[in-house]
């Protein structure tokens, strides 16, 4: 692999690596901020910088990272290439390295989770450089309902991210025809998108006020969306990724031009998405045998499609559910705890 791939890979890297590094507990703080920034492997001049500035924020940052590994993992369960981590290292391995579509959503749902997580601790008054949220009052608001509850700071969530997450991609540069250039052009456009889709799906909310619930008057802040939504909406934009190519002006376009050209908040992609069917160390492939399938499912999690036609064995399994559940006044339900035996379907 070139020096080039490794400069445009080590931009997600990082932000995911946040998410598992030891370092990030409260504890670590104490220390002061040089170590820890210094002991955070791949950041960028700028990333350190801001490091050091806002120590309290990389903690979020992780938090974040995770966040968007796990809705990445629920996105993804029942296809192929189902989001899965290969080490601490290396997070997504490989795959990372191919200008793929799942690369491509890899990069707008880490990007999304920091905004989601840094947004949020503004609100809960955990970062000493933001609080509550100063958003505008929407014009369409009814006169007598009061603005200004404490809402998710988006604002600032958005801003960190796009200066945190995108640091090492600009402080880069390119030959403008080379495919190190199109790859930066690709993650910077994604880690838009997947900051985007936060902004999109953020909602007023609003509290009622009065005597015996009687809603004579409310209270409205700014709430984003629960993460799954934005994972729903990126799934969405992953199915109808665009490809893309250089141009002679060393611009991304449309690789097919009878298709509308993508906006911000759509994903973009330049390279072919590789073989998951079979374990391929170059490209990071964990291949699909071993892995669960439906027998009765026509789509991506059935066995026909999952295991590539290579076929399936049958096990029984035990496996431990609740059952008999009962409600109990006043306010709970209890369960036992039945075994049973169920068939199971695993790829050759």
Not at 28 to 55: D, E, H, N
Not at 236 to 242: F, G, L, M, N, P
Not at 273 to 299: A, F, H, I, M
């Amino acid at each position: 692999m070139s020096k080039g791939h490794l400069k445009y890979v080590h931009v997600i890297v990082v932000v995911l690596s946040l998410a598992m590094n030891p370092l990030l507990i409260p504890e670590a703080y104490i220390i002061g901020a040089q170590p820890l920034c210094s002991q955070l492997v791949g950041l960028s001049q700028g990333q350190k910088k801001l490091c050091q500035l806002y120590q309290d924020h990389m903690q979020y940052i992780g938090e974040g990272a995770k966040t968007g590994i796990r809705e990445c993992q629920y996105q993804f369960r029942h296809r192929r290439w189902n989001c899965s981590t290969v080490d601490n290292s290396s997070v997504f391995g490989r795959v990372m390295q191919i200008g793929s579509r799942e690369t491509a959503f890899t990069y707008a749902i880490s990007a999304a989770g920091v905004v989601n997580a840094v947004s949020r601790a503004c609100r809960e008054g955990e970062l000493s450089s933001c609080g509550c949220s100063r958003a505008a009052r929407p014009k369409d608001l009814p006169r007598d309902w009061l603005w200004g509850g404490c809402g998710d700071n988006l604002n600032y969530g958005y801003r960190f991210s796009r200066e945190f997450v995108d640091a090492r991609e600009r402080e880069k540069s390119f030959p403008k025809g080379s495919h190190e250039n199109a790859r930066l052009l690709m993650n910077l456009h994604n880690n838009e998108a997947g900051r985007r889709i936060v902004s999109d799906l953020a909602h007023v909310s609003c509290k009622c006020h009065g005597v015996s619930g009687s809603c004579s008057l409310k209270t409205c802040w700014l709430q984003l969306a629960d993460f799954r939504k934005v994972g729903d909406a990126l799934k969405e934009k992953y199915d109808s990724a665009v490809a893309m190519k250089l141009n002679s002006r060393g611009k991304l376009v449309q690789m097919h031009s009878r298709f509308n050209p993508p906006t911000n908040h759509d994903l973009v992609y330049i390279e072919q998405s590789p073989d998951y069917c079979l374990k391929n160390q170059s490209t990071g492939s964990l291949g699909t045998v071993g892995r669960l399938c439906n027998k009765t499912s026509e789509g991506m999690d059935g066995c026909e499609l999952m295991c590539c036609g290579r076929g399936y064995d049958q096990y029984k399994a035990q496996i431990v559910e609740r059952c008999h559940c009962k409600f109990h006044w006043c306010c709970y339900v209890k369960c036992k705890r039945c075994t049973k035996i169920v068939d199971q379907f695993v790829c050759k």
